[in-house]
C-alpha cells in the first residue's frame, strides 16, 4: 500500500462538504407529511403486484420480486427467482442457480449489494470445480438462503446515486427488518428435499421471529436457516477441442479437431448451509430509523468424483475417420494408460456481514440517511482436493460416429484384479478471502426551484481486499510415480468395483457402466511406505518430500492479494412538469469516481540472464534463490453522467428514456502483480502475467421502453437496449524491456490488456395479466411472459459476447381460498461460454452452452390462518445441459442433475 493519508480521512470532510450544500436550501419549500394507509396483500398476486409498483413508480428501468409472505420468497433459489425477471439468465451448478446475466453481460458485469451494500464472495467453497479461478467479482447467490431475503430490486439503467461498477444491471436484495411488520411475527418452516438422482431425502429448516416493543420504537428481528442437499451429478466430458495438423496414422488430414479427452465423471456431494441473521431497530422519534444487523452463513461441501478418463494423442491413433468438418468422430488407440481416477475433497466457506444505518427525516424537506457496512468472506479447501490417476497399458476405441452424446468407448474393460499401477498423485486447493468495509452518506433535499424538486446528493467510500493462496502437494511428489522407469504396482486389495449402471440415462450413447474405484487417502498412505518409496528411481527426493508434508497441500509463496479503494461523489436532481396536459419527470446526475488499486505479492525474481557457451544466440536465466516481494498500484478516475426520463402518455401508459456512462472493474484475479519471465533464444524471449495497470470497462448505455399497466397486477412492457462497451479485454502479447547486469533484453510478455470494443443491443418484451374478471373460479389464473433477444459486435473477432443468449420465461399461476399453483418454464438459448485460446502451436476452440430448457412447479395450501402445506418440483422434466466447440457435434460436456422435490409445512404465528 503506498504510503500517504488514507481516503477514509476525507470522509468527515465530504460529509461536512455535503451538510455545507444543504444549509442555504433548508429554507426554500415546506412540504406536509402525509400518512398513508398500507394494505397488505399476500402470495403470489401480492408479491406480482408490489414488483409491479416498483417497477412502475421507479425512474429508473426497474424490474422486482418481492417476497409472498415473511419468510416466503418465490423460489428455492434467489438466482432462479431472478431468472423470471426480464433480461436475466443464469448459470447452475450442480442443478442450482448460482450466477446471473443480464442482457447478455456476463456475473462480473453485474454489481449485486445486500440492503444496498456491497457484499464479500468468495464463490462456491467446492473446491473440485474445474471450470475457472476463484476470486472475482462474480456474486455467487447459493450462498443466500431465501427464507432470509425480503426482495430484490433489478436496475438495469445507472443514475448518480446508484452504486456504480456495474455495466450490465445493479442488483439490490433486501432483507427483513423488524419494523417491516409491526408486532409480533413468527414464521417456522421445515420440508424434506428428495434428490432423483441419489434417491434420498434430506431436511431443510428455517424460522424467522420478530416483534416490536415501547409502542413499535424498538424492534428485534431472529432469522436461521439451514440447509441440506445430498445430491449427484453425472459428467461425459470433454475438455476441449483443439485444432491440430499432425498425421494420423501415417496420413495427413490437413488441419482436424482433436478431442483432447473423453471421460465419465460421477459425483456425489454433500452439502449443508446454516445461515442467521439478527437484525435491530430504533425510532428515538418518529424522524429517526436506527438499525443495526448482522448476518452469518457458513457453507460446508463434501464430494467424491469417481472418474474413467481417457486421454487421446495424435501419435497414439490407428484407423481414424473424420467427418465432413473434419473433426475426429472414429479412432483405435495403441500403446496407452487405461486409467480410473478418483478425487475426494472437503471444503468450506463462510461470510459475515454487519451494518449500521441511521435514517434522519430532518424536517419536512430534508432527508438524511448514514450507513457504514462491511463483510468477510473467507474459503477453506480444508486438506485440499485429493486427485489420484491408477492404470495400466492397453488400447481402447472412440466411436461418435452416430452423433452420439455419449461415444461408445470398446476396451478391455479395468477390473480391479488388473495389476494397476500408480499415477498421478497429489492435493491441491485454493484459500480465498474477501474484505470490504464501505461508508456512504446520502441527502435528500425537497425544492422548489421551477421544474426542479428535488436534490439528492452524497458521498462513498469503498475499501476491498481479495486475497488468494494456491497450494498443492510439493513436487516432485505428484508425478515421481507416474514417470518411474518401473510403474510401482498397487495391491488388489485397494480396489473395489465401481457401478455406474444408468450412467446419464437421460442423453444417447453408450457409456461404461463399470470401473475399479479405490480410496484416495488409502492409496496415498500405501505409496507413502518406506518400502513402495524404495521402488523408485530417485527415492531420496521422494522421501525428503514426504518427511516435511507428506502428500500434504503446500501454500505456493507466489500468493498475491489485491486491495481497492473507491471514493465517490454524486448529485442528481430531480425535474418535473407537465407537456401538453401529459406528467413527466427527469433525473439528471453526476457520480464522480476515484479508484485507487494495490496489487502486492511474492515470487521468484529473474535476477539475470547468462550466455550459452555453446550457442550464442541462447541464455539461460539465473533466478533469485526466494520469494521477493512485488508490489504494482494503479489509479484512476471517472466521471459518469447519468439521465433517467420518463413521461405519462396517460394514467396508466409510461415511456422511458435514459442514458448513461457506466464501468465495471477488471476481475481481481486478473490483477495479480506476478509476472513469469523464461529464457531461451535472444531473440525470442518471452513471459506471461496477469495486468494490475488494467483500466475498467467503459460503457455508454441507451434505453427506451413502453409500459402499458391496464389493469390491477397487469401490464404490458417492450424495451431497447443500446450499450458501447470500450477497453473489453483480450489478451495480447505486449513488449517489455528488461534491464539486466549482462545488458537488455527485449522480451513478449502475453498479458490481459484492454484493446477491445463490443456494443451489444437488443430488445426486451413482457406481458403479466391476471384474469381477475374471469368468473369464478376461473377468477385466480395468472401468466406471465417475456423474452430477450440480445445481439453483439466486438471490433477483436466474429464471436458473440460471452453469456450472450437470448431467453424467455412462460409463468402459469393460479390463486383462490388459499391455493396456489405455479408453472415455470424457462429457456436460454446457446451461447458462448470460453473463447477459444492459443496453447503452444496449437488452438483450443471455444465452449458454447448449448439450449436449456427447465420446467419447475410449486403449489401450497393454507389449511387455516396459521398452517400451510406445501410442495416444490425442480427440472421436472430432467434437462440435460450440454456444452459443445464450433460445431454442434463436438460435444464437451453433457450434465445430468435430475428433478428434486420438497414437501413442507409451514407456521405462521
Not at 482436424?256 to 422519534?285: C, H, K, M, W
Not at 463483510?375 to 485440499?384: I, L, Q, R, V, Y
Not at 469503498?462 to 486475497?467: F, K, N, V, Y
Not at 516432485?476 to 522407469?485: K, T, V, Y
Request: aromatic share 10%.
Amino acid at each position: 500500500m503506498q504510503a500517504g493519508t488514507p481516503k477514509l480521512a476525507y470522509l468527515p470532510l465530504m460529509v461536512a462538504c455535503n451538510l455545507g450544500l444543504t444549509l442555504p436550501v433548508l429554507a426554500q419549500a415546506q412540504e406536509d407529511n402525509q400518512d398513508v394507509e398500507v394494505i397488505s396483500v399476500k402470495g403470489i398476486k401480492g408479491s406480482l403486484i408490489r414488483a409491479m409498483d416498483i417497477k412502475r413508480e421507479s425512474t429508473n428501468v426497474v424490474d422486482a420480486i418481492s417476497a409472498e409472505d415473511i419468510g416466503k420468497f418465490p423460489d428455492q433459489n434467489v438466482a432462479e427467482s431472478l431468472q423470471r425477471i426480464t433480461g436475466i439468465s443464469i448459470d447452475r451448478e450442480g442443478g442450482e442457480g448460482q450466477l446471473v446475466t443480464v442482457r447478455g453481460m456476463g456475473p462480473e458485469f453485474n454489481s449485486v449489494l445486500l440492503n444496498g451494500r456491497i457484499l464479500a464472495t468468495v464463490g462456491d467453497p467446492s473446491s473440485m470445480n474445474w471450470d475457472g479461478t476463484p476470486g472475482g467479482r462474480a456474486f455467487s447467490f447459493d450462498i443466500l438462503p431465501t427464507e432470509l431475503i425480503n426482495g430484490a430490486e433489478v436496475h438495469k439503467t445507472q443514475s448518480a446515486s446508484v452504486q456504480d461498477g456495474a455495466i450490465g444491471a445493479t442488483i439490490n436484495i433486501t432483507t427483513m427488518r423488524p419494523f417491516d411488520n409491526k408486532g409480533f411475527q413468527a414464521v417456522a418452516s421445515v420440508k424434506a428435499m428428495y434428490d432423483d438422482m441419489t434417491g434420498k431425502a434430506k431436511p431443510q429448516l428455517s424460522g424467522v421471529i420478530s416483534n416490536t416493543f415501547n409502542d413499535d420504537k424498538f424492534g428485534v428481528l431472529l432469522s436461521f436457516a439451514n440447509y441440506q442437499r445430498e445430491s449427484r451429478y453425472e459428467e461425459a466430458n470433454t475438455a476441449y477441442y483443439f485444432k491440430i495438423t499432425d498425421p494420423l496414422d501415417g496420413q495427413d488430414y490437413g488441419q482436424v479437431y482433436f478431442p483432447r479427452n473423453y471421460d465419465q465423471i460421477v459425483q456425489n456431494e454433500e452439502r449443508e448451509r446454516n445461515s442467521g441473521t439478527l437484525v435491530l431497530q430504533y425510532a428515538p422519534n418518529a424522524n429517526m430509523t436506527i438499525t443495526a444487523d448482522y448476518m452469518h452463513s457458513n457453507y460446508d461441501v463434501s464430494g467424491r468424483q469417481d472418474i474413467y478418463p481417457s486421454w487421446f494423442t495424435p501419435n497414439n491413433v490407428r484407423n481414424p475417420e473424420l467427418d465432413a468438418n473434419n473433426t475426429l468422430i472414429y479412432a483405435d488407440f495403441v500403446d496407452v494408460y487405461v486409467e480410473s481416477m478418483a478425487r475426494q475433497s472437503d471444503a468450506s466457506s463462510t461470510l459475515d456481514a454487519y451494518g449500521l444505518n441511521v435514517d434522519w427525516q430532518v424536517n419536512d424537506i430534508w432527508h438524511s440517511e448514514l450507513d457504514i457496512s462491511g463483510s468477510k468472506a473467507e474459503s477453506d479447501p480444508g486438506k485440499g482436493w485429493s486427485d489420484v490417476v491408477v492404470g495400466r497399458p492397453g488400447e481402447f476405441s472412440y466411436d461418435r460416429r452416430q452423433g452420439q452424446q455419449v461415444p461408445t468407448m470398446t476396451f478391455d474393460p479395468l477390473r480391479p484384479g488388473d495389476s494397476l499401477t500408480a499415477g498421478w498423485t497429489s492435493l491441491q486447493g485454493t484459500e480465498l478471502d474477501d474484505d470490504v468495509f464501505s461508508a456512504k452518506f446520502d441527502n435528500s433535499l425537497i425544492v422548489e426551484l421551477g421544474p426542479l424538486v428535488e436534490i439528492q446528493f452524497g458521498a462513498q467510500y469503498t475499501d476491498r481486499t481479495l486475497g488468494k493462496v494456491y497450494g498443492e502437494t510439493e513436487g516432485p511428489l505428484p508425478w515421481i510415480f507416474a514417470d518411474n522407469s518401473t510403474r510401482i504396482p498397487l495391491p488388489e486389495s485397494l480396489f473395489r468395483l465401481f457401478d455406474a449402471d444408468g450412467f446419464l440415462s437421460g442423453a444417447s450413447g453408450t457409456p461404461v457402466n463399470q470401473w475399479p474405484t479405490f480410496d484416495t487417502d488409502e492409496i496415498m498412505a500405501y505409496l507413502s511406505q518406506d518400502e513402495v518409496i524404495a521402488m523408485l528411481d530417485d527415492p531420496e527426493a521422494a522421501r525428503a518430500v514426504l518427511s516435511r508434508n507428506g502428500f500434504g497441500r503446500v501454500p505456493d509463496q507466489s500468493a498475491y492479494e489485491v486491495n481497492e479503494e473507491v471514493i465517490a461523489l454524486y448529485t442528481d436532481f430531480n425535474l418535473e412538469g407537465e407537456l401538453n396536459g401529459m406528467f413527466w419527470n427527469m433525473v439528471a446526475g453526476l457520480r464522480y469516481v476515484d479508484t485507487t488499486s494495490t496489487s502486492s505479492g511474492k515470487q521468484i525474481a529473474l535476477l539475470d540472464l547468462q550466455p550459452s557457451q555453446n550457442e550464442p544466440n541462447k541464455v539461460f536465466a539465473v533466478y533469485s534463490d526466494d520469494y521477493v516481494p512485488v508490489e504494482i498500484s494503479n489509479s484512476y478516475q471517472d466521471w459518469l453522467p447519468s439521465l433517467n426520463s420518463n413521461i405519462n402518455f396517460t394514467d396508466d401508459l409510461i415511456g422511458r428514456l435514459a442514458w448513461s456512462k457506466s464501468i465495471t472493474r477488471p476481475e481481481l484475479n486478473e490483477m495479480s502483480p506476478l509476472t513469469s519471465y523464461g529464457d531461451g533464444q535472444i531473440d525470442g524471449l518471452t513471459g506471461s502475467g496477469s495486468n494490475p495497470l488494467l483500466a475498467p470497462y467503459t460503457s455508454k448505455n441507451l434505453d427506451l421502453s413502453l409500459e402499458w399497466y391496464y389493469d390491477e397486477g397487469s401490464y404490458v412492457a417492450l424495451a431497447y437496449f443500446n450499450k458501447d462497451i470500450d477497453g473489453y479485454l483480450g489478451t495480447s502479447v505486449v513488449p517489455e524491456t528488461l534491464v539486466l547486469p549482462s545488458g537488455s533484453y527485449n522480451y513478449e510478455i502475453s498479458r490481459p490488456v484492454n484493446e477491445n470494443n463490443t456494443e451489444v443491443d437488443g430488445y426486451e418484451f413482457a406481458i403479466q395479466h391476471m384474469f381477475s374478471s374471469l368468473p369464478e373460479p376461473f377468477d385466480g389464473l395468472g401468466v406471465i411472459f417475456n423474452l430477450t433477444k440480445v445481439d453483439s459486435q466486438s471490433s477483436e473477432d466474429n464471436l458473440p459476447l460471452i453469456g450472450l443468449g437470448d431467453s424467455q420465461n412462460l409463468i402459469l399461476f393460479y390463486e383462490k381460498d388459499g391455493f396456489q399453483l405455479r408453472l415455470a418454464y424457462n429457456n436460454r438459448a446457446r451461447f458462448l461460454q470460453t473463447k477459444p485460446v492459443t496453447s503452444g502451436s496449437r488452438q483450443r476452440d471455444g465452449h458454447y452452452v448449448d439450449d436449456y430448457k427447465q420446467l419447475d412447479i410449486s403449489s401450497s395450501y393454507d389449511l387455516d390462518s396459521t398452517w400451510t402445506v406445501f410442495f416444490e418440483g425442480i427440472n421436472l422434466t430432467n434437462e440435460l445441459t450440454v456444452k459443445s466447440a464450433e460445431y454442434a457435434n463436438q460435444t464437451l460436456q453433457v450434465i445430468e442433475t435430475g428433478p428434486r422435490y420438497a414437501l413442507g409445512v409451514r407456521a405462521k404465528f
